[in-house]
C-alpha cells in the first residue's frame, strides 16, 4: 500500500496533538521526519493527466480558422480531428458510440436533421439503448446553417456540413471500411480503435 505524501502529512498532524501528551514525542517540529516527508515527495512520480488544459472557446474559435478552414483546403487529418470533435460536442455521445457509427446507415431529414447509427452488431455500455428497444435513439445532429447567415463564422461548426464533407472526402480511400471515421494514415488500412478517438481528441485540444 502507498499513501500520498499529503495523507501521511495528515497523519502527521493528527498524532502531533497526542503523542505529546502520551508519550512526550513531539513530531511536528522533529527533522528526522520533516527530512523523511521531504523525500517522499521527491520520489513520487508525476501522474499525467488524461486530457490536457483546454479552452472550449479557443478550440471552437480556431476551427473555424485555417488549417481547419475552408474544409476543401484542410488536410485530412484537420478535417477528421475538426469533424470528430464536432460530433462528439454536438451529440454528446460516448466514444464507443461515435466510433460504431456505420457510415451506410446515415439519413437526413427534409430538416437537415443527421441521424447516425451504429453497425448492427455494436453493443453500447448502456444496455437500455441496444437497437430495437424503445429507448434506443441514434445520434442526431442539428444543422446550423439554416439558421445563420453565410458570413457568419459560426457556421463552420455545423457538425452536420462537417460530417457530409468528411464522408465525402474519404469515400475513395474507405475500402470495404463501414465504420464512419477512417484513419487518416493512407498506409493504414484497418479500421481505426476506440482509443484513436480519444488520441484525437488529444492532439485538438
Given at each position: 500500500?502507498?499513501?500520498?505524501?499529503?495523507?501521511?502529512?495528515?497523519?502527521?498532524?493528527?498524532?502531533?496533538?497526542?503523542?505529546?501528551?502520551?508519550?512526550?514525542?513531539?513530531?511536528?517540529?522533529?527533522?528526522?521526519?520533516?527530512?523523511?516527508?521531504?523525500?517522499?515527495?521527491?520520489?513520487?512520480?508525476?501522474?499525467?493527466?488524461?486530457?490536457?488544459?483546454?479552452?472550449?472557446?479557443?478550440?471552437?474559435?480556431?476551427?473555424?480558422?485555417?488549417?481547419?478552414?475552408?474544409?476543401?483546403?484542410?488536410?485530412?487529418?484537420?478535417l477528421t480531428l475538426k469533424t470528430c470533435f464536432l460530433l462528439l460536442l454536438a451529440s454528446g455521445r460516448r466514444r464507443s458510440d461515435v466510433h460504431a457509427i456505420d457510415v451506410d446507415r446515415t439519413a437526413t431529414r427534409s430538416d437537415g436533421t443527421m441521424l447516425l447509427y451504429p453497425?448492427?452488431?455494436?453493443?453500447?455500455?448502456?444496455?437500455?439503448?441496444?437497437?430495437?428497444?424503445?429507448?434506443?435513439?441514434?445520434?442526431?445532429?442539428?444543422?446550423?446553417?439554416?439558421?445563420?447567415?453565410?458570413?457568419?463564422?459560426?457556421?463552420?461548426?455545423?457538425?452536420?456540413?462537417?460530417?457530409?464533407?468528411?464522408?465525402?472526402?474519404?469515400?475513395?480511400?474507405?475500402?470495404?471500411?463501414?465504420?464512419?471515421?477512417?484513419?487518416?494514415?493512407?498506409?493504414?488500412?484497418?479500421?481505426?480503435?476506440?482509443?484513436?478517438?480519444?488520441?484525437?481528441?488529444?492532439?485538438?485540444?
Amino acid at each position: 500500500l502507498q499513501l500520498c505524501p499529503s495523507t501521511i502529512e495528515g497523519y502527521r498532524s493528527m498524532l502531533s496533538s497526542v503523542l505529546p501528551l502520551s508519550a512526550n514525542l513531539d513530531i511536528a517540529s522533529n527533522k528526522f521526519v520533516s527530512d523523511l516527508l521531504a523525500s517522499f515527495r521527491s520520489q513520487r512520480p508525476s501522474i499525467p493527466k488524461a486530457l490536457p488544459d483546454w479552452d472550449i472557446a479557443l478550440v471552437l474559435h480556431a476551427l473555424t480558422l485555417p488549417p481547419f478552414e475552408p474544409l476543401g483546403d484542410a488536410s485530412l487529418k484537420d478535417l477528421t480531428l475538426k469533424t470528430c470533435f464536432l460530433l462528439l460536442l454536438a451529440s454528446g455521445r460516448r466514444r464507443s458510440d461515435v466510433h460504431a457509427i456505420d457510415v451506410d446507415r446515415t439519413a437526413t431529414r427534409s430538416d437537415g436533421t443527421m441521424l447516425l447509427y451504429p453497425s448492427r452488431d455494436f453493443v453500447p455500455k448502456t444496455r437500455a439503448a441496444r437497437e430495437g428497444n424503445s429507448h434506443f435513439s441514434p445520434i442526431k445532429l442539428i444543422s446550423l446553417s439554416k439558421d445563420l447567415d453565410l458570413d457568419d463564422p459560426d457556421r463552420f461548426l455545423c457538425p452536420v456540413r462537417s460530417v457530409r464533407f468528411y464522408i465525402e472526402r474519404v469515400k475513395h480511400l474507405r475500402g470495404t471500411r463501414k465504420r464512419l471515421f477512417i484513419s487518416y494514415q493512407l498506409n493504414r488500412k484497418s479500421d481505426i480503435s476506440v482509443s484513436s478517438i480519444t488520441v484525437w481528441v488529444k492532439n485538438l485540444c
